[in-house]
């Protein structure tokens, strides 16, 4: 007789999801869930029944984006087989659904962070000292897209680009001027890179050191999250492979030297904005932290050393429910996933502490001071779910980059949500709403049928070099689309409720002269290093690697101190990696 295959962990989860739904009674007691299935059939058979006869439910698919089916109301019968101590808990315990601190904002608000960046390093330092100065509690970096391919400011392909989506960071020198006058030891900064996240991050090592101070003092956040590229961004430089050893490295680096750095931001936001639904974004966001689990135990260190520095980063969209639901979701899994399947003993290495950044996508050039509400309420949904960190996009970004005012009205929104509206002085008060209780269930359950469906397939490397993951977001993307041009889906302003508008607004426009003196800088640069200091740092970068014992992130620090470029720097890898080329997906 033939063996029956083993089942995977994900495929065990989705079982224990079919047995607690075969459960009755264990949050309340059988008689009374029996009592209010009673009712509830009594209910729609008389009193719903009478009124749809009266007045017809909207014509339009009760559903979200993530495929799940909304009921007409929620009771007691849809949460009845939850186990509250294993499902949900209290706050600051296991498994954390209800949050990873115990008082959470009552006793520190989340971390205020504006996504700033734009131009020369000296106007990306002039918005920084602004948003403090206004009452932002953390930096948040952009670059622009030669930065995030690893392109000096005078290479052809930076032409037209330098500044305008971010700032321009050729050398150390350029990181300098932007931190100038900012406390390093004091305040936490989020830099938004990938590709060339190493880089980065040696170079804000490097300022931390010539300030004397400890690196252990330094808080904060390098993206680095490279799959996610593969996967949505399309920012990638070498193959998976040749960034992944960059990744170990850093990993190894920052676990020694930086207790307080979160190296990884597993990122699900461009993997939203992309198009995938909530639950995708959820999904294969975790799927990636697993992956870089995996790869710090692969090289030698155990899952407490690491686990508790990687943070995650996710979307906020319109869909109020769904965004808390997700968030409340991702906790529970991720503490469940990393104790049960890891063997965590740390508490810390199971607490999923997470950036959320408002939906960009949503966003829409009609209209646009429209933005503002939809971003008030996309960060009330993402304070209501937890988050320990939120960035709000300013209403002018469906257009160009913020201006000063558009971000201190997005920087003003968290505030009075902060200290207005109430939500933050109750730790999860949507704890226990049947509906958000049952939207997570649903979440988790969605989850782990991906999750196993790309274990299936040899895990997340082997789905992506298959396009798996690519085209289910492509499949979503190209549903919402239609659903806009049908008129399932409204967006007001873009396909109902429009006017005619002229120029309703003034932008930020970055002058071709940034790119000018950024090329200048960089040219007074090369002639007042020291060139054979260069040569020789490049030199020990190459050999190593090229050697996938060593370790990368000492070489490439010693050239960042040197003042090799960031395009020195990205070429070797280019030499020793080679590059990519993703696969067809259609």
């Known amino acids: 007789m033939a063996r029956k295959r083993r089942e995977s962990y994900w495929e065990e989860k989705l079982e224990q999801f079919s047995i607690d739904r075969r459960k009755q009674g264990t949050l309340y007691n059988i008689k009374a869930v029996r009592s209010i299935s009673t009712q509830f059939r009594r209910w729609e058979?008389?009193?719903?029944?009478?009124?749809?006869?009266?007045?017809?439910?909207?014509?339009?698919?009760?559903?979200?984006?993530?495929?799940?089916?909304?009921?007409?109301?929620?009771?007691?019968?849809?949460?009845?087989?939850?186990?509250?101590?294993?499902?949900?808990?209290?706050?600051?315990?296991?498994?954390?659904?209800?949050?990873?601190?115990?008082?959470?904002?009552?006793?520190?608000?989340?971390?205020?962070?504006?996504?700033?960046?734009?131009?020369?390093?000296?106007?990306?330092?002039?918005?920084?000292?602004?948003?403090?100065?206004?009452?932002?509690?953390?930096?948040?970096?952009?670059?622009?897209?030669?930065?995030?391919?690893?392109?000096?400011?005078?290479?052809?392909?930076?032409?037209?680009?330098?500044?305008?989506?971010?700032?321009?960071?050729?050398?150390?020198?350029?990181?300098?001027?932007?931190?100038?006058?900012?406390?390093?030891?004091?305040?936490?900064?989020?830099?938004?890179?990938?590709?060339?996240?190493?880089?980065l991050t040696c170079m804000y090592v490097a300022i931390a050191q010539s300030r004397g101070i400890p690196l252990q003092r330094i808080r904060g956040t390098a993206q680095t999250d490279i799959l996610k590229e593969y996967a949505a961004q399309k920012e990638w430089v070498y193959p998976p492979e040749g960034h992944l050893r960059i990744i170990r490295d850093l990993m190894l680096y920052s676990t020694k030297h930086m207790p307080n750095w979160n190296y990884i931001s597993v990122s699900g936001y461009h993997i939203r904005e992309a198009g995938s639904s909530a639950l995708q974004e959820l999904a294969f966001t975790l799927a990636d932290g697993f992956a870089y689990v995996d790869l710090g135990i692969e090289a030698g260190l155990k899952v407490d050393e690491f686990a508790p520095r990687l943070s995650f980063f996710f979307n906020c969209g319109m869909d109020f429910f769904e965004e808390i639901a997700k968030f409340r979701a991702a906790r529970r899994i991720w503490a469940t996933v990393l104790k049960e399947k890891y063997n965590a003993r740390d508490p810390r290495s199971m607490l999923l502490r997470f950036h959320t950044q408002t939906s960009g996508v949503s966003l829409t050039w009609q209209q646009p001071l429209n933005n503002i509400v939809r971003t008030a309420v996309e960060a009330l949904a993402a304070v209501l779910g937890g988050t320990q960190s939120l960035h709000t996009n300013a209403y002018d970004e469906a257009w160009a980059l913020p201006t000063e005012k558009a971000a201190l009205i997005a920087?003003?929104?968290?505030?009075?949500?902060?200290?207005?509206?109430?939500?933050?002085?109750?730790v999860d008060p949507l704890g226990g709403s049947y509906y958000v209780e049952c939207l997570t269930d649903e979440m988790e359950q969605g989850t782990y049928a991906y999750l196993a469906a790309i274990e299936e397939m040899g895990g997340v490397l082997a789905a992506l070099k298959k396009g798996y993951i690519q085209r289910e977001i492509s499949n979503t993307a190209y549903k919402y689309q239609h659903q806009l041009e049908t008129g399932d889906r409204v967006i007001v302003g873009v396909n109902s409720y429009k006017i005619d508008e002229l120029s309703p607004i003034e932008t930020l426009k970055i002058d071709e002269a940034a790119r000018l003196r950024q090329i200048k800088r960089l040219g007074d640069l090369k002639e007042t290093r020291d060139a054979r200091d260069v040569r020789e740092a490049l030199?020990?970068?190459?050999?190593?690697?090229?050697?996938?014992?060593?370790?990368?992130?000492?070489?490439?620090?010693?050239?960042?101190?040197?003042?090799?470029?960031?395009?020195?720097?990205?070429?070797?890898?280019?030499?020793?990696?080679?590059?990519?080329?993703?696969p067809s997906i259609l």
């Not at 849809?78 to 115990?102: C, E, F, N, Q, T």
């Not at 403090?132 to 670059?143: H, N, P, Q, Y």
């Not at 620090?557 to 080679?578: D, M, N, P």
Request: glycine residues 8%; proline residues 5%.
């Open 45 to 199: 058979n008389s009193v719903v029944k009478q009124w749809l006869n009266k007045r017809p439910e909207r014509k339009r698919k009760f559903e979200n984006l993530s495929g799940i089916a909304l009921k007409r109301i929620y009771t007691p019968l849809d949460v009845s087989h939850h186990d509250y101590s294993r499902k949900s808990g209290l706050a600051g315990s296991y498994p954390y659904a209800r949050g990873i601190y115990p008082t959470m904002y009552r006793s520190r608000l989340w971390t205020m962070r504006m996504f700033s960046g734009y131009g020369t390093p000296e106007d990306t330092n002039a918005r920084l000292k602004y948003l403090l100065k206004e009452g932002e509690t953390g930096l948040s970096i952009a670059f622009d897209m030669p930065t995030l391919y690893g392109f000096n400011a005078d290479h052809g392909r930076a032409e037209g680009e330098v500044g305008k989506c971010g700032v321009n960071v050729s050398s150390l020198k350029d990181m300098e001027i932007i931190l100038e006058g900012i406390p390093l030891d004091e305040v936490s900064t989020s830099m938004t890179i990938n590709a060339p996240a190493a880089a």
């Open 411 to 426: 920087l003003r929104t968290q505030q009075m949500v902060a200290e207005e509206s109430g939500v933050a002085d109750v």
């Open 539 to 582: 030199k020990e970068l190459r050999k190593s690697f090229e050697d996938p014992s060593s370790n990368c992130i000492y070489p490439m620090l010693k050239a960042v101190k040197a003042y090799a470029t960031l395009g020195e720097i990205v070429e070797v890898g280019r030499q020793v990696f080679g590059e990519w080329k993703e």
